[in-house]
Nanobody, 122 residues
Framework: VQLQASGGGLVQAGGSLRLSCAAS????????MGWFRQAPGKEREFVAA????????SIADSVKGRFTISRDNAKNTVYLQMNSLKPEDTAIYYCAADRTGWGGRSLSYDYWGQGTQVTVSS
């Protein structure tokens, strides 16, 4: 499975961005998907995950109420809608695919995209 993340950029605090992650080379509709992020000098952290059907989601407490994860299996794409962005959301955002489940453990994910930079200015 190959993953291509896009949609990052520079935005002011309070603004919004929508990240996309296009998957190819596998059966997307049977794969759990997740978003993680890594800020400079910090460890990679879980942001959001969604089950293969899209019927279940999990959102990290740090972004709950501001970020939403969704997927379109017809387009082999998962999205991360980010609203009310804060400077502390600045990081490289990675999408990942889990062949056997979904959730917040990065070690469970089998495939990773290249990352897209999100910078939030104050």
């Amino acid at each position: 499975v190959q993953l291509q993340a896009s949609g990052g950029g520079l935005v002011q605090a309070g603004g919004s961005l929508r990240l996309s992650c296009a998957a190819s080379g596998g059966t997307f509709s049977s794969i759990g998907m997740g978003w993680f992020r890594q800020a400079p000098g910090k460890e990679r952290e879980f942001v959001a995950a969604i089950s293969w059907s899209g019927g279940s989601t999990s959102i990290a407490d740090s972004v709950k109420g501001r970020f939403t994860i969704s997927r379109d299996n017809a387009k082999n794409t998962v999205y991360l809608q980010m609203n009310s962005l804060k400077p502390e959301d600045t990081a490289i955002y990675y999408c990942a695919a889990d062949r056997t489940g979904w959730g917040g453990r990065s070690l469970s994910y089998d495939y990773w995209g290249q990352g897209t930079q999100v910078t939030v200015s104050s």
